[in-house]
Nanobody
């Protein structure tokens, strides 16, 4: 059974940093691409970042490029999102998600499992 458990959210002032983690279990973590998505209050899901199965290729939404860094540890089955220079508009529930197995560009795969999320609030 696939399990994805996020942690690390909280309240931070604008300009601050947070590090989100996602503990994965129940599947071959090192075989699948992984993603972070977020949902701001009253808005739809927004794709934030993705990383290929081996960690060699990453991608970011324009809104977070240069401020967020995605990484993974395939020995610990952990996905991480380092968020720097946070802005109020980054306030959202953040979810890690697993890419569906298959062929083609890993970063364009649909997602087939999500965690329950961790809340990030950026405010004074």
């Amino acid at each position: 059974q696939v399990q994805l458990v996020e942690s690390g959210g909280g309240l931070v002032q604008p300009g601050g940093s947070l590090r989100l983690s996602c503990a994965a279990s129940g599947f071959a973590f090192s075989a699948d691409s992984m993603f972070w998505v977020r949902q701001a209050p009253g808005k739809g899901l927004e794709w934030v970042s993705g990383v290929t199965s081996g960690g060699g290729t990453t991608a970011y939404a324009d809104s977070v490029k240069g401020r967020f860094t995605i990484s993974r540890d395939n020995t610990e089955n952990t996905l991480t999102l380092q968020m720097n220079n946070l802005r109020p508009e980054d306030t959202a529930a953040y979810y890690c998600a697993k890419g569906r197995a298959g062929k083609g560009n890993q970063l364009k795969r649909p997602m087939d499992h999500w965690g329950k999320g961790t809340l990030v609030t950026v405010s004074t």
